[in-house]
């Protein structure tokens, strides 16, 4: 505490936040008054206490006086801080995605609930707006401002509509929801009775997809929604921007593509390239390049991966991993693949959008010693204009991909958390990477998980 008033038997103290102030009555020597009213009153007024102040105890300090203790005789009042705003969703938005295991043990992938339905001015959520919060004051009467609350985040995406007052969000169409990074869409389907083969040719549909028979090879599905498959995937390539569900699987001979911007779940996948953003499920994943930025999952009977390379985020749990045939099958876990491929293009940007300022840079100067010599003609005129306009783009965008290799480093230079987890075996002949950890398995191991531990990796109990 600071005192800033002093009487000669009246002391008054103010706490260092100006929220309390306290006040301190000393003994009378012979001959000396007993403090009264407008003594206290007056010393208040000297240390600047105008705020909160508490007469009754004043009043009663003057009738009995309490000597030497520190009296609270004014309160501030502390501001009170606004509520954020926050999203209140009017259906399941978080509905349970996961794939139902049999009592045989068999995963039934025909009854995946993935889709969150709405129809045509379905009021999808709420929003509550934030509050402004209440300014408090000290008790030398200065404000203290309140932190508002922060709005709740949400984009208004497609075929989505908002109420007048914009916290009402409904949908504009017959399809299902997507919440993801805080962006609000209603995606339609489109259904396809038979095969994608050459009567339907390449689908490219905005929003989500429904196969009920084979995709054959050399044929493409884009979706911006999720891609659903009831029969099975041959070479072909499918990308979504949601989902991709093969309730059967793929057998891509070495073409076969699958990209997903969610999660990807199949009963089994051969000789393909695999992306999924987030999780990957399966039955049995064989010579593949596999990527997965989150969760990578074997079960039903088999639970198998073997052969090919293996990039997974977070965590790899099998339950059989290799084969006794000692395949070369290579695994890396703990940094999210995407995140590395990101870095590298960023950092390759980076060098390109530089290389086009110092171009630009030679062009401007040139073209500025025309003009101050007077000899720029309205062609280079209009090149100078564009050049400078083309500075000031190359320069915003290599901000911001600055900016973006310093968040994408910051993660990549994060501790590797990556596991592996195997149910049975764990064979030789596997290569395993879990951030900057490496090991080749010499020999077969089983019910274990592999963690990394500094510079090492361990084998602990599954």
């Not at 206290?40 to 009043?59: C, R, T």
């Not at 396809?192 to 050399?218: C, H, K, M, Y």
Request: aromatic share 6%.
């Amino acid at each position: 505490m600071s005192s800033v008033g002093m009487g000669a038997s009246v002391k008054v103290t103010v706490s260092q936040d100006k929220m309390m102030a306290f006040i301190l009555l000393g003994r009378p020597h012979d001959g000396e008054k007993t403090p009264g009213l407008q003594e206290m009153a007056d010393e208040l007024q000297k240390s600047g206490v105008v705020y909160g102040i508490k007469h009754d105890v004043l009043k009663s300090l003057a009738q009995k006086p309490i000597y030497d203790q520190s009296i609270l005789i004014a309160e501030g009042v502390a501001p009170v801080h606004g509520e954020n705003g926050r999203i209140n969703f009017l259906i399941d938005i978080n509905k349970e995605k996961k794939p139902v295991i049999m009592e045989d043990g068999s995963v039934n992938y025909r009854d995946l609930d993935y889709i969150v339905s709405v129809t045509k001015d379905q009021k999808i959520c709420e929003i509550i707006p934030p509050t402004p919060g209440v300014d408090g004051v000290s008790v030398l009467g200065t404000a203290i401002k309140a932190v508002a609350g922060k709005s709740a985040k949400i984009v208004r995406g497609m075929n989505v509509y908002t109420s007048e007052d914009g916290l009402v969000y409904y949908s504009a169409i017959d399809g299902h929801v997507k919440y993801e990074n805080d962006k609000l869409s209603v995606f339609a389907t489109y259904e396809i009775p038979a095969n994608v083969d050459n009567s339907t040719g390449n689908i490219n549909f905005i929003g989500s997809v429904f196969i009920r028979g084979n995709v054959l090879s050399g044929f493409t599905v884009e979706a911006g929604g999720d891609v659903e498959v009831f029969g099975v995937v041959e070479a072909a390539t499918i990308k979504a921007g949601g989902n991709i569900i093969l309730r059967r699987g793929m057998t891509g001979n070495n073409k076969g593509v699958l990209i997903a911007g969610g999660n990807i779940v199949a009963r089994y996948i051969e000789n393909s390239i695999v992306e999924a953003a987030n999780d990957l499920k399966a039955e049995a994943i064989m010579h593949s390049d596999v990527k997965c930025g989150n969760r990578l999952e074997l079960g039903g009977r088999k639970g198998l991966l073997v052969g090919g390379i293996t990039r997974v985020g977070r965590e790899i749990d099998a339950k059989v991993i290799g084969s006794y045939l000692a395949t070369n099958t290579v695994i890396e876990v703990g940094v999210d693949p995407n995140v590395r491929d990101r870095y590298k293009f960023v950092k390759a940007e980076i060098a390109n959008i530089e290389e086009n300022v110092r171009k630009t840079d030679q062009v401007i100067m040139l073209l500025q010693k025309l003009e101050s010599v007077g000899k720029l003609t309205d062609e280079k005129k209009e090149l100078l204009e564009k050049s400078l306009r083309s500075k000031v783009f190359y320069e915003n965008k290599l901000h911001e991909y600055r900016h973006e290799l310093a968040v994408l480093e910051e993660k990549l230079q994060g501790e590797a958390q990556g596991r592996i987890r195997v149910q049975n075996y764990l064979y030789n002949g596997v290569k395993i990477s879990i951030g900057s950890a490496n090991m080749n398995v010499k020999e077969t191991l089983q019910y274990c998980t592999l963690y990394r531990d500094g510079a090492d990796i361990r084998v602990g109990e599954y």
